[in-house]
């Protein structure tokens, strides 16, 4: 009897779900939902996973899946489910949401492969861009679309390429190539005859000096005692000395033998970190891990836990409650999922848990090979990896059975995938992926998401308070401040612990610093301040959220901003050659010599940036050491961790930086933090922008004073009376929810609301107009036609950013009690959709 499957396929121009059947092979046996697969669609060969079985297909007749890529499935059965839940919450098809699932290198799309025709080739009269694709191919021979992107990199030639095949001179054909992912092979040796052997066997090799002899038979005793071949260099390492010669002749003498085997590819084999053991816990945590500790049992025993909400403030001791948690279910049998917001991140968080849990964790984000994250997502599959710690994406590993899932930080938007699709919370398909696996979800913030907190609240989930700061584990810090010539401080102690002070607010206002004459970029407090912790020997952060040197660059006599002319938006000053960058698309030019509107040269530049900050603090503190922690100086691999590494080792004595800095970082010796300018952002025509701006402030003050040193936070803005710089100041988180639920509720804003935006590009302005005018009629007559009288649509508009990367953009917005009921099965063409976006601009 036939077996039928069901395997959805996402290419660029297909995605969709596809009837299949199992051919009379012994390989289809293993096929299972889940399982990663080659079928046919149209002229191509196309990867695709198995959905599910069927007893009957939709089409008459079927096509026999051609391949099978891995004999086990590579999403696991909650994966499938989560899945499932992601494309109907979020309105994209389960193809898109299975992509997310797989590791790179693993899902593999058709490509073009380009060759030429050369009898039909014109021997003249060729277009620049026809001329360099033709040479091109003629050099390189056939190659496809990526190779060619990469050798003609900013040159649109696709289109080109399109009408020469149309006229002949081209030839092209669909490709599927088989993943780049693969397990990485390696030479290893093993001994080849019995241990009593060696000494005759060694004796009889010809022509031994008696020190080569010596290190041979060294060699031959260390591989006597291993029961698995080894690798080369550790045979040399651990037998005290040897080279390529030595096994070369033992090998042909017979006495050992060549393997390939497989080695695992460890981006934390090289991480440092002192093994530690677990605290006693304060009064707070200790009631926090009660209620905690009794949830993971109840989920051991098959129930459905509500999430809990871990709120404590910065340096409270949220850490501790979740390497507990960790604990727990590792002992339960099941598996932890760690996320954090950002991969600066990760290496603090991965040291923390590696000294706890040594060889159990697992390390996921997206500056790893392809082969690390491959060979971590299969040891996570295989269950020998308990615990996962990364960005959103780790959220998505194949954990066998995962019994607890943390979000650090969860209210930060980086959980909130927008850049491409699907569009998606990474905190809300962690409450669904808890509710299917029954795991505990553990959600943990100093400045909790108002609108998560809010439905916490009505739901009445656990709301687990930590109010008071403490010194994180005493013997560690004694130990870092041994390290750093610097006696520990006596304080006032509950257990092993210290109780330590939130840093003091000291707010300025910048505009009273003008009136007294002081025209520079830091207030005299702040230089004060500055001035006194250099002295000290201590630390400083110098925070804010804008990089480059100077916001952007205009004409003094006409009053022209020079402008992307993708974007239309500012472009940014940097030092360098190219240094006008758009922080939106990336485009880079070089600082023109006149004026390209008038032609004066009378050309500035005005506002700042983490360069010009840095720049500052070097000129007016002569031999003072700076680090700069921004998007320009961490995108190669591993620079988060140097840079961190070198701060955390006084290698520097004032971190400038943007929103890095303000998320979890745990530095002793830093007793200031200046916000060079709080007002970033909170002018924006965004309903969450005073919440962005108090999660930030708060979050950044909080880097202070988590040492026995202590710390003061100085606060520059020229808006000093705003609501969320006042609750910042005083850390009135209370206060601020009270007051900002308040304006959302008159505004309709969420949580009284839920919302949903669909965005179109076009780079022609009046077609897009056109289309965005359409489909809010659509909408309206859906709306009309359904019993959706309480959903209102907002629109057709331009975008606040109405221009990104040289195409338009406009909007629509719907809001209403569930306005993704109104689109789920509806035709959405090209529309981008975010169900619950976290910015309308």
Same mark, same amino acid.
């Given at each position: 009897?036939?077996?039928?499957?069901?395997?959805?396929?996402?290419?660029?121009?297909?995605?969709?779900?596809?009837?299949? &059947?199992?051919?009379?092979?012994?390989?289809? &046996?293993?096929?299972?939902?889940?399982?990663?697969?080659?079928?046919?669609?149209?002229?191509?060969?196309?990867?695709?996973?198995?959905?599910?079985?069927?007893?009957?297909?939709?089409?008459?007749?079927?096509?026999?899946?051609?391949?099978?890529?891995?004999?086990?499935?590579?999403?696991?059965?909650?994966?499938?489910?989560?899945?499932?839940?992601?494309?109907?919450?979020?309105?994209?098809?389960?193809?898109?949401?299975?992509?997310?699932?797989?590791?790179?290198?693993?899902?593999?799309?058709?490509?073009?492969?380009?060759?030429?025709?050369?009898?039909?080739?014109?021997?003249?009269?060729?277009?620049?861009?026809?001329?360099?694709?033709?040479?091109?191919?003629?050099?390189?021979?056939?190659?496809?679309?990526?190779?060619?992107?990469?050798?003609?990199?900013?040159?649109?030639?696709?289109?080109? $390429?399109?009408?020469?095949?149309?006229?002949?001179?081209?030839? $092209?054909? $669909?490709?599927?190539?088989?993943?780049?992912?693969?397990?990485?092979?390696?030479?290893?040796?093993?001994?080849?005859?019995?241990?009593?052997?060696?000494?005759?066997?060694?004796?009889?090799?010809?022509?031994?000096?008696?020190?080569?002899?010596?290190?041979?038979?060294?060699?031959?005793?260390?591989?006597?005692?291993?029961?698995?071949?080894?690798?080369?260099?550790?045979?040399?390492?651990?037998?005290?000395?040897?080279?390529?010669?030595?096994? /070369?002749?033992?090998?042909?003498?017979?006495?050992?033998?060549?393997?390939?085997?497989?080695?695992?590819?460890?981006?934390?084999?090289?991480?440092?970190?002192?093994?530690?053991?677990?605290?006693?816990?304060?009064?707070?945590?200790?009631?926090?891990?009660?209620?905690?500790?009794?949830?993971?049992?109840?989920? +051991?025993?098959?129930?459905?836990?509500?999430?809990?909400?871990?709120?404590?403030?910065?340096?409270?001791? *949220?850490?501790?409650?979740?390497?507990?948690?960790?604990?727990?279910?590792?002992?339960?049998?099941?598996?932890?999922?760690?996320?954090?917001?950002?991969?600066?991140?990760?290496?603090?968080?991965?040291?923390?848990?590696?000294?706890?849990?040594?060889?159990?964790?697992?390390?996921? &984000?997206?500056?790893?090979?392809?082969?690390?994250?491959?060979?971590?997502?299969?040891?996570?599959?295989?269950?020998?990896?308990?615990?996962?710690?990364?960005?959103?994406?780790?959220?998505?590993?194949?954990?066998? &059975?995962?019994?607890?899932?943390?979000?650090?930080?969860?209210?930060?938007?980086?959980?909130?995938?927008?850049?491409?699709?699907?569009?998606?919370?990474?905190?809300?398909?962690?409450?669904?992926?808890?509710?299917?696996?029954?795991?505990?979800?553990?959600?943990?913030?100093?400045?909790?998401?108002?609108?998560?907190?809010?439905?916490?609240?009505?739901?009445?989930?656990?709301?687990?308070?930590?109010?008071?700061?403490?010194?994180?584990?005493?013997?560690?810090?004694?130990? /870092?401040?041994?390290?750093?010539?610097?006696?520990?401080?006596?304080?006032?102690?509950?257990?092993?612990?210290?109780?330590?002070?939130?840093?003091?607010?000291?707010?300025?206002?910048?505009?009273?610093?003008? *009136?007294?004459?002081?025209?520079?970029?830091?207030?005299?407090?702040?230089?004060?301040?500055?001035? /006194?912790?250099?002295?000290?020997?201590?630390?400083?952060?110098?925070?804010?959220?804008?990089?480059?040197?100077?916001?952007?660059?205009?004409?003094?006599?006409?009053?022209?901003?020079?402008?992307?002319?993708?974007?239309?938006?500012?472009?940014?000053?940097?030092?360098?050659?190219?240094?006008?960058?758009?922080?939106?698309?990336?485009?880079?030019?070089?600082?023109?010599?006149?004026?390209?509107?008038?032609?004066?040269?009378?050309?500035?530049?005005?506002?700042?940036?983490?360069?010009?900050?840095?720049?500052?603090?070097?000129?007016?503190?002569?031999?003072?050491?700076?680090?700069?922690?921004?998007?320009?100086?961490?995108?190669? *691999?591993?620079?988060?961790?140097?840079?961190? %590494?070198?701060?955390?080792?006084?290698?520097?004595?004032?971190?400038?930086?943007?929103?890095?800095?303000?998320?979890?970082?745990?530095?002793?010796?830093?007793?200031?933090?200046?916000?060079?300018?709080?007002?970033?952002?909170?002018?924006?025509?965004?309903?969450?922008?005073?919440?962005?701006?108090?999660?930030?402030?708060?979050?950044?003050?909080?880097?202070?004073?988590?040492?026995?040193?202590?710390?003061?936070?100085?606060?520059?803005?020229?808006?000093?009376?705003?609501?969320?710089?006042?609750?910042?100041?005083?850390?009135?988180?209370?206060?601020?929810?009270?007051?900002?639920?308040?304006?959302?509720?008159?505004?309709?804003?969420?949580?009284?609301?839920?919302?949903?935006?669909?965005?179109?590009?076009?780079?022609?302005?009046?077609?897009?107009?056109?289309?965005?005018?359409?489909? %809010?009629?659509?909408?309206?007559?859906?709306?009309?036609?359904?019993?959706?009288?309480?959903?209102?649509?907002?629109?057709? +508009?331009?975008?606040?950013?109405?221009?990104?990367?040289?195409?338009?953009?406009? /909007?629509?917005?719907?809001?209403?009690?569930?306005?993704?009921?109104?689109?789920?099965?509806?035709?959405?063409?090209?529309?981008?959709?975010?169900?619950?976006?976290? %910015?309308?601009?």
């Amino acid at each position: 009897m036939a077996v039928y499957v069901e395997v959805a396929v996402n290419l660029p121009v297909t995605v969709g779900m596809f009837h299949y &059947h199992l051919p009379e092979e012994d390989w289809a &046996h293993h096929v299972a939902p889940g399982s990663l697969v080659v079928v046919p669609l149209g002229n191509k060969q196309v990867q695709g996973i198995v959905w599910r079985t069927l007893e009957h297909p939709e089409v008459a007749e079927t096509r026999p899946v051609l391949q099978l890529l891995d004999p086990s499935p590579v999403l696991t059965p909650i994966q499938l489910a989560l899945a499932e839940w992601m494309a109907h919450e979020t309105l994209y098809p389960l193809a898109t949401c299975f992509d997310l699932m797989l590791p790179p290198g693993l899902s593999q799309q058709v490509d073009l492969l380009y060759r030429l025709n050369e009898p039909a080739l014109p021997s003249e009269g060729l277009t620049p861009v026809q001329a360099r694709l033709v040479a091109l191919l003629r050099e390189r021979g056939p190659l496809r679309r990526r190779q060619i992107d990469a050798h003609l990199p900013r040159v649109n030639w696709r289109p080109v $390429a399109q009408a020469m095949v149309r006229r002949g001179w081209l030839v $092209a054909h $669909a490709v599927l190539l088989p993943p780049t992912a693969r397990p990485k092979q390696a030479r290893a040796v093993r001994l080849a005859i019995p241990p009593e052997e060696i000494d005759t066997r060694l004796a009889a090799i010809p022509r031994q000096k008696p020190h080569v002899l010596a290190r041979r038979k060294a060699i031959l005793t260390f591989l006597a005692g291993q029961n698995e071949p080894v690798q080369p260099a550790w045979v040399f390492a651990s037998a005290g000395g040897g080279n390529a010669t030595d096994l /070369q002749r033992l090998a042909e003498a017979g006495l050992i033998a060549y393997e390939e085997v497989e080695i695992w590819r460890d981006p934390l084999e090289r991480v440092e970190f002192v093994l530690n053991e677990a605290p006693d816990l304060t009064r707070d945590q200790g009631a926090a891990w009660e209620a905690v500790l009794a949830a993971i049992q109840r989920a +051991a025993q098959g129930e459905a836990p509500p999430p809990h909400i871990l709120h404590g403030i910065t340096g409270s001791g *949220k850490t501790e409650i979740y390497l507990q948690a960790v604990g727990e279910t590792l002992r339960q049998g099941r598996q932890a999922l760690v996320l954090v917001p950002e991969i600066a991140l990760t290496p603090q968080t991965v040291r923390r848990f590696a000294a706890r849990f040594p060889g159990k964790v697992g390390l996921v &984000h997206s500056r790893l090979s392809p082969g690390e994250r491959y060979d971590t997502w299969r040891r996570a599959r295989s269950g020998e990896l308990p615990i996962i710690i990364g960005p959103r994406s780790a959220l998505f590993m194949p954990l066998p &059975h995962p019994g607890l899932i943390v979000l650090d930080e969860f209210h930060d938007e980086s959980y909130y995938q927008e850049d491409f699709p699907p569009a998606y919370s990474a905190v809300e398909a962690a409450l669904a992926l808890g509710r299917l696996a029954r795991a505990v979800v553990l959600l943990g913030s100093a400045t909790p998401d108002l609108n998560l907190l809010y439905r916490a609240r009505q739901r009445q989930w656990p709301v687990l308070s930590l109010p008071t700061r403490i010194l994180a584990h005493r013997q560690a810090v004694a130990h /870092q401040f041994r390290q750093l010539g610097r006696p520990l401080p006596e304080l006032t102690r509950e257990g092993e612990r210290a109780i330590l002070d939130l840093p003091p607010v000291q707010v300025v206002d910048m505009r009273q610093e003008l *009136k007294a004459g002081n025209r520079t970029i830091f207030s005299r407090i702040l230089q004060k301040e500055l001035e /006194q912790v250099l002295e000290n020997g201590q630390q400083a952060i110098l925070f804010l959220n804008r990089r480059g040197a100077a916001t952007y660059v205009f004409c003094r006599a006409c009053g022209a901003v020079l402008k992307c002319p993708r974007c239309d938006l500012p472009l940014t000053y940097h030092s360098g050659p190219e240094a006008l960058i758009c922080h939106s698309c990336n485009y880079r030019r070089k600082l023109p010599e006149r004026c390209p509107a008038c032609n004066s040269t009378s050309i500035r530049q005005m506002g700042l940036g983490t360069e010009r900050v840095e720049a500052e603090v070097q000129a007016r503190f002569p031999g003072v050491r700076t680090l700069r922690w921004d998007w320009e100086t961490t995108r190669q *691999k591993d620079s988060h961790d140097l840079i961190l %590494s070198h701060f955390t080792a006084h290698r520097a004595d004032v971190l400038i930086g943007t929103q890095m800095v303000a998320k979890g970082l745990d530095l002793p010796l830093v007793t200031l933090v200046g916000v060079i300018l709080a007002d970033v952002g909170l002018q924006l025509p965004d309903y969450r922008a005073a919440e962005r701006g108090f999660q930030l402030l708060t979050q950044v003050a909080g880097r202070a004073g988590r040492s026995p040193l202590g710390g003061k936070v100085v606060l520059q803005t020229y808006l000093p009376d705003h609501y969320a710089i006042q609750a910042a100041s005083r850390y009135d988180f209370e206060g601020f929810m009270r007051q900002e639920l308040a304006y959302r509720r008159k505004l309709g804003y969420p949580p009284f609301a839920r919302l949903v935006r669909l965005e179109l590009r076009d780079r022609d302005e009046r077609r897009l107009e056109q289309e965005a005018r359409r489909m %809010s009629q659509q909408i309206q007559t859906w709306l009309d036609e359904g019993d959706f009288r309480a959903t209102e649509i907002i629109g057709p +508009a331009p975008c606040f950013f109405s221009r990104r990367g040289g195409e338009y953009r406009w /909007q629509i917005i719907l809001r209403g009690p569930d306005p993704a009921s109104v689109l789920r099965g509806r035709p959405l063409g090209e529309w981008y959709v975010q169900v619950d976006p976290l %910015s309308l601009l």
